[in-house]
């Protein structure tokens, strides 16, 4: 498969806990980014980070870049009820592939009020 | 909201008819993208389209095809369908970049059209 890797594939945690989510790529990256998805419905984008890159903040989501190891990190701090989600890596190559983004499988994280 | 919007929202088909799905991008995004979302997995990519030419393809076979008008809508017409097709169909815009369609930044998706193929 050309997706990446999740893990974990579920997390379950309390209201207020951090949660983190990591994601393993294949090729050479111009860029790594999440995103959340509610119930099925369209993605949302979080964050995107740039392979010269190590680290990156927005709000509660702090997201790491190693691209020696080809993995990333997704931490939110602080969960909240509303942050239920799926939540997917994407990662465009770093030579041109027309606009492509390889999506991993995924972290379905259930935050419990 | 992305102001991406996609049509219809739900719809059922047949084996072996055909089906196509709309998208009207956001405002000033000129490049449009469609990704197949099977349940449980994350999505994959079908083709791009920049400036009405089909920019990059997936590993989808040739009954999947799409247009892109001048006004940077844009149709996926899936031919022939077939079980595995039922999914959700996810259009995605981004705005220009420096770099043409070669840089593939953030994508603003639509909330998907799920196709049911009995």
Known sequence: SQQGEEDPQALSIQEGENATMNCSYKTSINNLQWYRQNSGRGLVHLILIRSNEREKHSGRLRVTLDTSKKSSSLLITASRAADTASYFCATAAAYN?????IFGQGTELSVKP | ETGVTQSPTHLIKTRGQQVTLRCSSQSGHN????YQQALGQGPQFIFQYYREEENGRGNF???FSGLQFPNYSSELNVNALELDDSALYLCASSPP?????RNTGELFF???SRLTVL
């Open chain 2, 97 to 101: 970049t420096s770099g043409g369609s």
């Open chain 2, 61 to 63: 076979p040739p009954r």
């Open chain 1, 97 to 101: 592939q027309g606009g492509k983004l």
């Open chain 2, 31 to 34: 490049t449009v993208s469609w």
């Open chain 2, 110 to 112: 639509g909330e998907g």
